[in-house]
């Protein structure tokens, strides 16, 4: 089996699906022109344009997030306030705009910290059988979790916030980088090139180095884009179930929860945050998809 | 019409950019062999494949091919199923992938029979039975409900051959049909298209870059080089009188066993072993519950400095768990392996380093010998690289001794054949000057005329270097080509240890009287 | 085969048990006092010291986890000090209706993926298959709360002919017809991801077995595709759904939560937000004991199956 698309829900599939052309690569150059053709494209795109929108929130915004406009109680979309106000007089595309920011904040430190973290335990571990156990275990162990279960037991202890997101998205991700490098350790670890250099006395290190990270980095590139729509979708359930980003700081989640009983009052209430979410978890699927099917050519 | 079977006229298939068949004419008659020559790339597969209409979905064909009266180019799936099995039947190379791992044996037969138009499960399940009969497979019913992975690789090929069988086709499409089997097993399998010929008078299209098996099945053949028909000659014709150069080449190139005579020893021994095995044994401990697998037991020989040493032995004898134990590869359970004097398990990790200066290996699979990452000069340079010294002018030296131009260190492997990706790493095996290199099968996935140039290659640079050799391989021609001393083993046994002439012409063991008389024998020129 | 089983059993007992551990732990890590954490701030002493002695908040940490464990194996759940009532009557009110909605929508998910990954191999067209991959992303890119609330939007208020929530009132069994009314929204919301998680898997397995040599063989003797297709490349890919169909149950457990409180649909999902948002230690902790218990078995489960469908592991002994 091929290809593993990563839901942007729960646990990816584990690393028996590492792609079996590791190590048998693709020049490098042509990997990244497939973000710009087709489907890459529109991906690329999507993502762009939210991305720009949460980084000129600033400048953008006509409102402070959270000013409260007396008077404009859960108003319908409208000249002044293009999405409408919410249930405390608040307008919703300022509020959209900031929490599109706080988005792309938690997506950049969440997902290096788990990828790398997880890629680098996954590497070592590969080194010695007693590690591998070891590591192995511990990812069954947080495999056994889903995401936002995970959350759940995350919040209870450590409350909900910010930092709670950013630690549940890294501990999801860590086994997953970890299976991921560890696999491709072992399978280039049987190629013949590594045979032969271990014969002529390389060690673990050379071939770790030489050999198994270039050749694993790819993989890490397309689960990194899925990574990155999962993370946008667990911080849009925790936030949506109350042990995300604390109010009255906007989030796409709160946003989203706070929309569903209010929305015949004012559907941009629930809309505009829907949209962002979309665009993003989809934009960043298809750049994986696109990356994907780029590295099979 | 009615005596061919098979008329082609002027078939041509292209894919994008390429033309794999440019303009072939050939005709098969009832009854008879035609053996289908070329190396790999030659267009002889999609010749076959046309017939059937089974061409990629990238393919484009022309021209006629004419099979029992119904035209095959441009037909329809249903007129192409109609035909397909009944009017003429493929038989893969690789019997290892030919069958649906997750069906028996006799589903996959009534499949079969069900596409012929038997419906019935009896009369299927009988016919079935039958059909596992006429190929030789002992205890046919039973049989039947076995799963692939539980019969050997010769028993899946004649299952394949059954397979074909069900729709009692006229013509047989043997696509290597020998290739991917032991030695032993090949014959057996020859004998039966054979057996199978004389007794149901079925052509067969025999598609192979093997002459061997070309001279003792065929009785016309075709040459074709680049899509194009070269030559076409009865086949004992061909032999003793090739009309083309191409032809000539490609004969000559069938390494062959030395006929008659003791040669003389071609090294003098001189001085400590490079490689001792005393008495070793190799056992993989079992996982989950299979039972631990002996691969080699009691084994012992030695490598003297400059000598070349072949390991033969089929597939599971144990001879490349034998080549990697002596490099360290794998843990020897029993015995000891001394490399220039000093116990392998008695060294320290440093110590192992220091030794393996002298080591060098070159694999079988040229696709995954080199890392698709490296320049050709990364890779040849590694071995430098890995104990710090200076590398200078050494991948170009390399290069000029391979016979490759200086100019490919910076190619990737992927811009190179097969046969040059070979002598890259054969280049990065002698980067140090070893005194001793493991060839795993080098050259048993290239094409025979490539084969005979990379052996060539080989031995002269042993000539002018010096370096001992543990030669690993199934195919006896070219050990015997190569080898100051051979060994035969058997199931992780050593049976037989000699100079190929003492070994091939006065063998001790009934077992290697039974492999020589398996090598297909082309006979020799008048 | 029976080895096979016997040898994912131990891994999978330990997963369980370290994260019954770690489980166990939440209360402990949460600062402050456990007993203050249980009953709320407005707790009075008496009943504080009730809770101490209760949960033996003296006795060594170690002695309280077995005990704790003990008493969830004989059915004493504890009791809920901030919701009120035990919990295993909390649970067990909430399980069929949670079973329910997570059935409807596995179901929902494996046919979809059936019919539609099936059709997708089978058919020749180029934009019947552009189509579905389209909606495939789609489907797997939306995440469920962003599909439930839209759903609602479009079916309960822009044209309100399904209910926006709730259980049907009579019970499930009573009128099918109302049961299926109020059961479609919020199972789609719930098995669309799947769906689409595993009809991509579905797709590229079959793809991947049409592109083995002995679908060539198959060709090679007559056999038409549709037969091959349903017959030959279908059952050999279906071990890979399956599994992937066991890793998405977390999904489904997770997603319970989300599609639960959308659509207020009373079940465990429910419960655990209540939890959550009344810091009822508790209950959260049981539910997510059960949600890691119930994974790690799917797990184990279709571990299993797929090696009970693959003869080669089943019967085992090659030449």
Same mark, same amino acid.
């Given at each position: 089996?091929?290809?593993?698309?990563?839901?942007?829900?729960?646990?990816?599939?584990?690393?028996?699906?590492?792609?079996?052309?590791?190590?048998?690569?693709?020049?490098?150059?042509?990997?990244?022109?497939?973000?710009?053709?087709?489907?890459?494209?529109?991906?690329?795109?999507?993502?762009?344009?939210?991305?720009?929108?949460?980084?000129?929130?600033?400048?953008?915004?006509?409102?402070?997030?959270?000013?409260?406009?007396?008077?404009?109680?859960?108003?319908?979309?409208?000249?002044?306030?293009?999405?409408?106000?919410?249930?405390?007089?608040?307008?919703?595309?300022?509020?959209?705009?900031?929490?599109?920011?706080?988005?792309?904040?938690?997506?950049?430190?969440?997902?290096?910290?788990?990828?790398?973290?997880?890629?680098?335990?996954?590497?070592?571990?590969?080194?010695?059988?007693?590690?591998?156990?070891?590591?192995?275990?511990?990812?069954?162990?947080?495999?056994?979790?889903?995401?936002?279960?995970?959350?759940?037991?995350?919040?209870?202890?450590?409350?909900?916030?910010?930092?709670?997101?950013?630690?549940?998205?890294?501990?999801?991700?860590?086994?997953?980088?970890?299976?991921?490098?560890?696999?491709?350790?072992?399978?280039?670890?049987?190629?013949?090139?590594?045979?032969?250099?271990?014969?002529?006395?390389?060690?673990?290190?050379?071939?770790?180095?030489?050999?198994?990270?270039?050749?694993?980095?790819?993989?890490?590139?397309?689960?990194?884009?899925?990574?990155?729509?999962?993370?946008?979708?667990?911080?849009?359930?925790?936030?949506?179930?109350?042990?995300?980003?604390?109010?009255?700081?906007?989030?796409?989640?709160?946003?989203?929860?706070?929309?569903?009983?209010?929305?015949?009052?004012?559907?941009?209430?629930?809309?505009?945050?829907?949209?962002?979410?979309?665009?993003?978890?989809?934009?960043?699927?298809?750049?994986?998809?696109?990356?994907?099917?780029?590295?099979?050519? | 019409?009615?005596?061919?079977?098979?008329?082609?006229?002027?078939?041509?298939?292209?894919?994008?950019?390429?033309?794999?068949?440019?303009?072939?004419?050939?005709?098969?008659?009832?009854?008879?062999?035609?053996?289908?020559?070329?190396?790999?790339?030659?267009?002889?597969?999609?010749?076959?494949?046309?017939?059937?209409?089974?061409?990629?979905?990238?393919?484009?064909?022309?021209?006629?091919?004419?099979?029992?009266?119904?035209?095959?180019?441009?037909?329809?799936?249903?007129?192409?199923?109609?035909?397909?099995?009944?009017?003429?039947?493929?038989?893969?190379?690789?019997?290892?992938?030919?069958?649906?791992?997750?069906?028996?044996?006799?589903?996959?037969?009534?499949?079969?029979?069900?596409?012929?138009?038997?419906r019935s499960r009896r009369a299927a399940r009988e016919r079935a039975a039958e059909l596992l009969e006429l190929v030789g497979i002992p205890e046919p019913r039973r049989r039947l409900r076995y799963y692939p992975h539980q019969l050997s690789g010769g028993q899946k090929q004649r299952v394949v051959i059954a397979l074909a069988l069900s729709g009692e086709p006229d013509l047989l499409l043997a696509d290597e049909p020998t290739t991917a089997l032991d030695v032993t097993v090949q014959a057996q399998i020859l004998a039966l298209l054979a057996d199978l010929r004389d007794r149901l008078g079925v052509a067969v299209l025999l598609v192979t870059h093997?002459?061997?098996?070309?001279?003792?099945?065929?009785?016309?053949?075709?040459?074709?080089?680049?899509?194009?028909?070269?030559?076409?000659?009865?086949?004992?014709?061909?032999?003793?009188?090739?009309?083309?150069?191409?032809?000539?080449?490609?004969? %000559?190139?069938? =390494? $062959?066993?030395?006929? +008659?005579?003791?040669? *003389?020893?071609?090294?003098?021994?001189? #001085?400590? @072993? !490079?490689?001792?095995?005393?008495?070793?044994?190799?056992?993989?401990?079992?996982?989950?519950?299979?039972?631990?697998?002996?691969?080699?037991?009691?084994?012992?020989?030695?490598?003297?400095?400059?000598?070349?040493?072949?390991?033969?032995?089929?597939?599971?004898?144990?001879?490349?768990?034998?080549?990697?134990?002596?490099?360290?590869?794998?843990?020897?359970?029993?015995?000891?392996?001394?490399?220039?004097?000093?116990?392998?398990?008695?060294?320290?990790?440093?110590?192992?380093?220091?030794?393996?200066?002298?080591?060098?290996?070159?694999?079988?699979?040229?696709?995954? %010998?080199?890392? =698709? $990452?490296?320049?050709? +000069?990364?890779?040849? *340079?590694?071995?430098?690289?890995?104990? #710090?010294? @200076? !590398?200078?002018?050494?991948?170009?030296?390399?290069?000029?001794?391979?016979?490759?131009?200086?100019?490919?260190?910076?190619?990737?492997?992927?811009?190179?054949?097969?046969?040059?990706?070979?002598?890259?790493?054969?280049?990065?095996?002698?980067?140090?000057?070893?005194?001793?290199?493991?060839?795993?099968?080098?050259?048993?996935?290239?094409?025979?005329?490539?084969?005979?140039?990379?052996?060539?290659?080989?031995?002269?640079?042993?000539?002018?270097?010096?370096?001992?050799?543990?030669?690993?391989?199934?195919?006896?021609?070219?050990?015997?080509?190569?080898?100051?001393?051979?060994?035969?083993? $058997?199931?992780?046994?050593?049976?037989?240890?000699?100079?190929?002439?003492?070994?091939?012409?006065?063998?001790?063991?009934?077992?290697?009287?039974?492999?020589?008389?398996?090598?297909?024998?082309?006979?020799?020129?008048? | 085969?029976?080895?096979?089983?016997?040898?994912?059993?131990?891994?999978?007992?330990?997963?369980?048990?370290?994260?019954?551990?770690?489980?166990?732990?939440?209360?402990?890590?949460?600062?402050?006092?456990?007993?203050?954490?249980?009953?709320?701030?407005?707790?009075?002493?008496?009943?504080?010291?009730?809770?101490?002695?209760?949960?033996?908040?003296?006795?060594?940490?170690?002695?309280?986890?077995?005990?704790?464990?003990?008493?969830?194996?004989?059915?004493?759940?504890?009791?809920?000090?901030?919701?009120?009532?035990?919990?295993?009557?909390?649970?067990?009110?909430?399980?069929?209706?949670?079973?329910?909605?997570?059935?409807?929508?596995?179901?929902?998910?494996?046919?979809?993926?059936?019919?539609?990954?099936?059709?997708?191999?089978?058919?020749?067209?180029?934009?019947?298959?552009?189509?579905?991959?389209?909606?495939?992303?789609?489907?797997?890119?939306?995440?469920?709360?962003?599909?439930?609330?839209?759903?609602?939007?479009?079916?309960?208020?822009?044209?309100?002919?399904?209910?926006?929530?709730?259980?049907?009132?009579?019970?499930?069994?009573?009128?099918?017809?109302?049961?299926?009314?109020?059961?479609?929204?919020?199972?789609?919301?719930?098995?669309?991801?799947?769906?689409?998680?595993?009809?991509?898997?579905?797709?590229?397995?079959?793809?991947?077995?049409?592109?083995?040599?002995?679908?060539?063989?198959?060709?090679?003797?007559?056999v038409p595709r549709r037969r091959i297709v349903l017959f030959q490349a279908l059952p050999a890919a279906l071990p890979s759904m399956l599994t992937a169909l066991g890793i998405q149950v977390g999904s489904v457990l997770g997603g319970a939560v989300l599609v639960e409180a959308i659509f207020t649909w009373p079940g465990l999902g429910s419960l655990v937000e209540q939890g959550i948002s009344r810091r009822d230690y508790p209950v959260v902790q049981v539910l997510l004991l059960l949600s890691v218990a119930v994974f790690v078995l799917v797990q184990l489960l279709t571990d299993v199956a797929h090696a009970a469908l693959d003869p080669r592991i089943?019967?085992?002994?090659?030449?």
């Open positions: 089996m091929t290809a593993v698309q990563d839901p942007p829900v729960a646990v990816p599939v584990a690393a028996p699906d590492v792609r079996d052309d590791v190590g048998v690569g693709v020049p490098r150059g042509r990997w990244f022109a497939a973000l710009l053709r087709g489907r890459g494209l529109v991906g690329t795109v999507f993502v762009g344009v939210v991305v720009l929108a949460g980084l000129l929130a600033p400048v953008l915004a006509p409102y402070s997030p959270l000013q409260q406009i007396p008077g404009a109680n859960l108003l319908p979309p409208d000249a002044a306030h293009w999405l409408g106000t919410d249930e405390v007089n608040r307008d919703v595309l300022s509020r959209v705009l900031y929490g599109t920011r706080v988005d792309l904040l938690v997506l950049v430190t969440a997902v290096p910290l788990g990828a790398v973290t997880g890629s680098l335990v996954g590497l070592l571990s590969s080194l010695s059988t007693a590690s591998d156990v070891v590591a192995q275990r511990v990812f069954d162990i947080l495999l056994a979790f889903p995401v936002l279960i995970l959350g759940i037991a995350l919040a209870a202890v450590a409350g909900p916030g910010l930092t709670t997101v950013i630690l549940v998205i890294a501990l999801a991700e860590i086994p997953i980088y970890g299976r991921l490098l560890r696999g491709a350790a072992l399978r280039v670890r049987e190629m013949p090139y590594v045979e032969a250099a271990t014969v002529v006395g390389a060690g673990r290190w050379w071939v770790l180095r030489r050999h198994v990270l270039p050749n694993a980095i790819e993989p890490v590139g397309v689960q990194v884009t899925v990574s990155l729509a999962v993370a946008v979708f667990v911080e849009g359930a925790m936030s949506f179930i109350g042990i995300g980003i604390r109010p009255p700081d906007p989030s796409l989640g709160s946003i989203i929860a706070d929309s569903v009983t209010a929305l015949d009052a004012n559907p941009g209430l629930a809309l505009g945050p829907l949209a962002v979410v979309t665009a993003l978890v989809l934009g960043f699927l298809l750049m994986a998809q696109a990356l994907a099917a780029g590295r099979r050519t | 019409m009615s005596a061919n079977v098979l008329t082609i006229r002027d078939l041509r298939v292209s894919f994008p950019g390429i033309a794999a068949v440019a303009g072939v004419d050939l005709a098969v008659r009832r009854g008879e062999v035609v053996a289908l020559v070329g190396e790999s790339g030659s267009g002889k597969t999609m010749i076959a494949r046309s017939v059937l209409g089974l061409l990629p979905e990238s393919a484009t064909a022309t021209g006629s091919v004419e099979l029992a009266g119904t035209e095959v180019v441009g037909a329809g799936e249903a007129e192409l199923d109609a035909l397909r099995g009944t009017r003429a039947a493929m038989v893969f190379q690789e019997p290892q992938t030919a069958l649906n791992p997750v069906r028996t044996v006799g589903w996959q037969l009534a499949e079969a029979l069900r596409a012929h138009g038997v093997n002459m061997g098996v070309v001279a003792e099945l065929a009785d016309r053949v075709v040459v074709l080089h680049h899509g194009r028909i070269v030559e076409r000659r009865a086949v004992s014709e061909l032999f003793a009188r090739p009309a083309t150069d191409y032809t000539r080449d490609l004969l %000559a190139s069938v =390494p $062959r066993l030395a006929e +008659g005579g003791v040669p *003389a020893p071609r090294r003098e021994d001189t #001085g400590e @072993a !490079v490689l001792e095995l005393a008495e070793v044994s190799v056992v993989y401990p079992g996982k989950r519950g299979r039972p631990a697998l002996r691969a080699v037991h009691g084994v012992s020989l030695a490598v003297r400095p400059g000598e070349v040493v072949g390991l033969v032995g089929e597939s599971g004898s144990g001879k490349t768990t034998v080549g990697r134990a002596a490099v360290g590869l794998v843990p020897v359970s029993a015995g000891r392996v001394r490399l220039g004097g000093r116990d392998l398990a008695a060294l320290s990790r440093a110590e192992l380093r220091a030794a393996r200066r002298g080591l060098a290996m070159v694999h079988q699979d040229p696709a995954a %010998a080199l890392d =698709p $990452r490296f320049t050709v +000069g990364e890779s040849i *340079a590694e071995p430098l690289l890995i104990h #710090g010294a @200076a !590398v200078g002018t050494r991948v170009a030296d390399l290069l000029t001794a391979v016979r490759l131009p200086e100019a490919y260190a910076d190619r990737r492997p992927g811009e190179l054949s097969g046969g040059q990706r070979q002598r890259v790493a054969l280049a990065r095996a002698l980067a140090l000057a070893p005194r001793l290199v493991i060839a795993d099968e080098p050259t048993s996935a290239l094409d025979v005329s490539v084969q005979a140039d990379v052996l060539d290659l080989f031995d002269e640079l042993r000539r002018e270097l010096g370096f001992g050799c543990l030669f690993i391989s199934h195919d006896l021609g070219v050990v015997d080509r190569v080898a100051d001393r051979v060994a035969v083993l $058997r199931d992780g046994e050593l049976l037989e240890l000699g100079s190929p002439g003492e070994v091939f012409t006065a063998p001790r063991h009934d077992y290697t009287r039974a492999l020589l008389e398996a090598v297909p024998r082309v006979p020799v020129r008048a | 085969m029976l080895r096979y089983v016997a040898s994912r059993l131990p891994s999978a007992l330990v997963v369980l048990v370290v994260a019954s551990i770690l489980i166990f732990g939440l209360l402990r890590l949460v600062p402050g006092d456990p007993a203050t954490t249980l009953a709320g701030p407005d707790a009075s002493p008496e009943a504080l010291g009730a809770i101490r002695s209760a949960l033996g908040l003296d006795r060594p940490v170690w002695e309280q986890y077995l005990h704790w464990l003990g008493s969830l194996f004989t059915g004493d759940l504890g009791r809920s000090y901030l919701i009120g009532g035990s919990i295993a009557d909390l649970v067990l009110g909430g399980l069929l209706n949670t079973v329910v909605l997570a059935t409807a929508a596995v179901l929902l998910a494996v046919v979809i993926a059936l019919v539609v990954g099936v059709g997708a191999v089978l058919t020749r067209s180029r934009w019947v298959d552009a189509l579905v991959t389209g909606a495939n992303t789609v489907a797997l890119a939306l995440p469920t709360f962003v599909s439930g609330v839209l759903l609602v939007l479009v079916f309960a208020v822009a044209l309100p002919i399904l209910p926006s929530g709730g259980v049907p009132p009579l019970g499930f069994a009573a009128r099918p017809d109302i049961t299926a009314q109020y059961l479609v929204l919020p199972a789609i919301c719930l098995g669309l991801p799947v769906a689409g998680s595993i009809t991509r898997f579905l797709v590229e397995s079959l793809r991947t077995e049409l592109a083995q040599p002995y679908v060539l063989t198959a060709r090679a003797l007559g089943r019967i085992g002994g090659s030449v």
